[in-house]
């Protein structure tokens, strides 16, 4: 599949991944400088990337695993979402969750994407729902 992609900037990066098995590319910062994120705040990180996604697929953007678990670093909203018919920069709201600041240096990978395919659904109001054997058992019901 051939996703078209826009430089913004002329510093920008393209995705990359890290193996030709990695189901995600990484996006990378396009800071001009250093960007201090501090303790338990979000800061909005341009990529200087725009995509085009073929129509059924989404973007999903996603932490990267040695950013949060080293640095404390992940999207803010934990998965973001960029819909097919979206054309604006992609940008990625990185959230702190340690107790000290965190720097993001320029050209850092920040998250990684993965392009998913999704379902358009529509709903169907009714009165009643088929039972099961679970039944309305919600948190815990089907134990540890």
Known sequence: MIIKVKKVSPT???????????????????????????????????????FELPEGY????FARSGIASREGLRPA?????????????????LHNDSDVERTVTPHEKIAQMIVLPYLALEFEETEELSDTVRGEGGFGSTGK
Do not use: Q, W
């Open 77 to 93: 909203n934990c998965v973001g979402v960029c819909d097919s018919d979206y054309r604006g920069n992609y940008m990625v709201a």
């Open 12 to 50: 920008a990066v393209l995705p990359t991944r890290g193996s030709s098995s990695a189901a995600g590319y990484d996006l990378y910062a396009d800071v001009a400088e250093n960007l201090v994120i501090r303790p338990h705040t979000t800061v909005t990180v341009d990529t200087g990337l725009k």
């Open 58 to 61: 989404f973007a999903g953007i």
